[in-house]
């Protein structure tokens, strides 16, 4: 196990509806990303939180937004739901060390929360 | 803009057998790492290995061994003596320039659309 827990594991909602999905980050991690992946496809990069803010947005609309809070833990919130959202979303954690030239840790995944919107 | 390009969509090997999953990556930065995770059915993506992409050397980690040729943008992972639960989907990914924004793009990824690895007794 990674240590990266996410909730809930599954969820339907109607079209037009809010979800808000949550994940813990593994212990020490100061950084989570999120990402998207529909059925059959690879996981897309939705954005990344660190140290609160958000850090590196990917090719997504301003309904999904997302928080971290002080003890790294995150949030993702999509307003509006579509069909197309209909996705397993991944929540990853890693330690980022803020100097350059400084490794980091590779990106732990969560189970992630497979969302059905009908 | 970055891209993973994973040609095989699935894969059907026989226990034992050597298995070579292909993954061709495209990057306009200089620095960037390069990644391969396992995702069994269960969701979760199991993280394998990663390489920076200024070693070239080659190395073998147990049943796992991994063939990066910068030249030709190319980072193939091998699985030697197949088991049944390698049986997963397989996904490339690609980081963007850790040096360039220090804290964190080194862990934004960039994934191909996976293989299907089957390995049957």
């Known amino acids: 196990e990674t240590g990266v827990t996410q909730s809930p594991t599954h969820l339907i909602k109607t079209r037009g509806q809010q979800v808000t999905l949550r994940c813990s980050s593994q212990s020490g991690h100061n950084t989570v990303s999120w990402y998207q992946q529909a059925l059959g496809q690879g996981p897309q990069f939705i954005f990344q939180y660190y140290r609160e803010e958000e850090n590196g947005r990917g090719n997504f609309p301003p309904r999904f937004s997302g928080l971290q809070f002080p003890n790294y833990s995150s949030e993702l919130n999509v307003n509006a739901l579509e069909l197309d959202d209909s996705a397993l979303y991944l929540c990853a954690s890693s330690l980022a060390s803020g100097i350059r030239f400084v490794g980091y840790t590779e990106a732990f995944f969560g189970q992630g929360t497979r969302l059905t919107v009908v | 803009a970055q891209k993973v390009t994973q040609a095989q969509t699935e894969i059907s090997v026989v226990e034992k057998e050597d298995v070579t999953l292909d993954c061709v990556y495209e990057t306009r930065d200089t620095t960037y790492y390069l990644f391969w995770y396992k995702q069994p059915p269960s969701g979760e993506l199991v993280f394998l290995i990663r390489?920076?992409?200024?070693?070239?050397q080659n190395e073998i980690s147990g049943r796992y061994s991994w063939n990066f040729q910068k030249s030709t943008s190319s980072f193939n992972f091998t699985i030697t003596a197949s088991q049944v639960v390698d049986s997963a989907v397989y996904f490339c990914?690609?980081?963007?320039?850790?040096?360039?924004?220090?804290?964190?793009?080194?862990?934004?990824?960039?994934f191909g659309e996976g293989t299907q690895l089957t390995v049957n007794p």
């Open positions: 990914a690609l980081s963007e320039d850790p040096w360039r924004a220090p804290e964190t793009s080194g862990s934004r990824l960039t």
């Open positions: 390489r920076n992409s200024f070693d070239e």
